[in-house]
């Protein structure tokens, strides 16, 4: 049968990423409590396609994802991309997983246990010899406005807000020690199952902990700063304004001084 | 060329609705302050399909949406309703409009002008002779939790809230009072624009009205039914808890008792 | 500390449903190859509220989950309902529970496998001493259009299309045999992996098997109607046109006939 | 009343962007046939934050939304830019505004009318003197597989796909000029509206025009880099492919060669 793929063409235009997008799949992933955490991840996988090929095989994406998707850590990440490369004969290759991630979370007073959803991505890019991961995280927290809180007699306006993470991974970190920073960097954290006297907690402790978007976003680039681990990174923090209809927003990004 | 949908089908199933779902398309609408609003609608239409047609004519469906987008209210929905039933010689035939619409909003105590965005929904079948409208609106609101305010020293937490109902349209009545009935069932409104003398009135206002989802549901029920235009209806709060990473939420639906 | 959702209330207005919306959560779900399978389900749980009580306890909606999440099954998910009712003390509960569901699946000529995900939906209601449960699956199909085949000289329009059916459960069946009998009555099937000479086979296969949406629906409803073990069920199709920038939709529902 | 965001922040942190995000409002848009057209539109609005201050005036945001929303062209898009920058006392300013957009669109064949939507996008910032903006725009389109119709007896699969363009504004252009270069650059366009005849032409176009997703993107980059207007810009294809669950995606990036 033809390859159709493997015809030449001759528009001499390179094409920076092909491949699939958005294929979901069940998988095994790192977990720091019990070793592995089985998930459904939404993946991208591309690669970098010279001007000369008309296009690439995109069954062979799927083959590595089969191949790898019981085990997904750090080590196999990059053998993913290594295979992906080889396999498509490529120059670069490109891969995005992302998926829910659960992890066991005490109630503050009952000390209950309940599992809370956390947003986790890695991206990773291989590129002749140089390969880059990154790793993010949304963490759904609680904000209690500083401005609502001074001006009014009783009570402030506070609302879910979503605070995203992504770190250039260089050394090991886990995704629980990110959640861990994030959640103690806003009002209060968010929980599954809260019993009343956990709930008249954090309620007490979102008051006196009054953040904007602002604070949140500079609280946890404050600690990221101060860990040598994090060289690089972006931190987001989105409120879902409790008396607008829509968000408030913080975003900033931290690199390496180049000297 | 031939006419494939018309051919004859031996299967012997009735299909209760066939038609073209999703389409957007723009269009105005009845507007109380300003006679007409432009926005774009995401439209469903269907017709009931005999057993023995093999299939339906979609284009027909999109004509008469060009006809009829320039202006739409309550009589040229149950015009286009009929027109779908006549053009597509079926027996039935149902029409689904949802739309986001636009009301001038004053902020509570500045007094300054915003636009604030309501989903709304016509819903209506024509079957035979019969004739249904029902007429649903989507309200962002503000709740502040009871239980959370009565056990903290200080504050309690609150959160946007979505609000539904949807009626059955037997007497005229304006989208804008479905609105103004749920919004003041609330803990509070939500607003575009706020000065801060605005956001002290909101946060000690909502302080002073906790309401829990089934608070809220309880309240707009309570109104529509002393309303004798409001016969049927739906009525649905879902508050995404600034403590939770979930929703509370509660529903009822209030009918006609019968005799 | 006191307890306000048990509190009276005076507007004398029952509430159908209360409770939690949209929590996620780690589930096991039963499988009919391995068993058991991981997966992250999104659950609604709600009970009926009678007019004399101000709120439900949503804390307790969680702790039921927490109790059964390890294991879901036909058998616990009525436990499940039941413990909710005894819990909340209320005369009715209900539960939602969806999830993505994987099946492997072998290419129809090289016979490569891989994993296809469906979205799956288990439905229950538990009211005094009646219990449902309606079982619902979302199936992605490919359809090839009877109309544009007949028209054209050459090719024919298809597109990947999504069938979901919910059926009252009543007799045992596998999602799996759902899954069969949706998969055998479009133009193709859809994979995750398909090699050179299977993407020849589906192209043929669809080509020789135009169906309309509503063929779809009815192949699907005649072979449930068939089957003793479904006595209530809906089927609907929706194509995600090629030609068009919305759907075409068909869709019938199936009851006993009452004698 | 107190300004707890003018107070003095000690973290020493800047912040890239802070505002508001996700808000809904009407707007009137520039409209080649019609000189306006009313749309709804998504608006994020962002200040750079200096580390000296604790936080952003969100209102002002909405006050300046307010003024220019009956009017947005690429004159009044700049202004808006300015009055934000000046209003929040800031060193840059993001402004970003998608809208769903319609096209009147005449049928190949019939030349039967209908309204297209079609996606768009403004993203402009001002950083000091410097101001940039970029128009993007997503258009449905239908490919047919070169490799599908190559190895099959009759038939190929084909699918709808969006083609996203987002390029660097230096010289005037419609957005109807990027819709009508990536509606040539597909196996055919999509439509609203479609008679018998238009279908026929449509599936025979499309059978003649194969297209993979590197072919649609490779089409619209060599058109767009012989127009010396487009200097930098991305495109992108994806495919919702009719016999996966997944897409096809390719991806470039242009600009200006350094010297």
């Not at 995005?96 to 659960?102: G, H, Q, R």
């Amino acid at each position: 049968m033809k390859d159709v793929q493997s015809e030449p063409d001759h528009r001499n235009i390179d094409l920076a990423k092909v491949g699939i997008k958005g294929i979901r799949y069940p998988m095994n992933v790192l977990d720091k409590a019990n070793k592995a955490q089985a998930t459904v991840a939404t993946v991208n996988m591309y690669v970098h396609l010279p001007h000369k090929f008309k296009g690439t095989h995109m069954s062979r994406f799927v083959e590595v994802l089969n191949d790898y998707c019981a085990d997904l850590n750090l080590k196999t990440f990059f053998e993913m991309l290594d295979r992906i490369k080889k396999k498509l004969d490529a120059p670069a290759a490109n891969l995005e997983i992302s998926f829910p991630y659960f992890i066991k979370k005490k109630a503050p007073v009952s000390g209950v246990s309940s599992m809370m959803e956390y947003t986790c991505k890695y991206m990773g890019e291989i590129n002749g010899d140089e390969r880059k991961l990154y790793i993010g995280v949304k963490v759904p927290v609680c904000t209690l406005c500083p401005c609502s809180k001074e001006i009014s007699t009783q009570g402030a306006h506070n609302q879910r807000g979503l605070v995203s993470v992504t770190a250039l991974f260089e050394e090991f970190f886990w995704i629980e020690e990110l959640v861990g920073i994030i959640e103690s960097s806003a009002s209060s954290g968010v929980f599954a199952l809260l019993k009343r006297e956990d709930e008249k907690f954090i309620t007490e402790q979102a008051y006196n902990r009054p953040m904007f978007a602002e604070d949140v976003v500079r609280e946890v680039t404050d600690k990221l700063k101060k860990d040598p681990r994090f060289t690089r990174f972006t931190v987001e923090a989105e409120n879902f304004e409790s008396i607008h209809n829509h968000s408030a927003y913080a975003y900033t990004e931290v690199a390496p001084r180049q000297s």
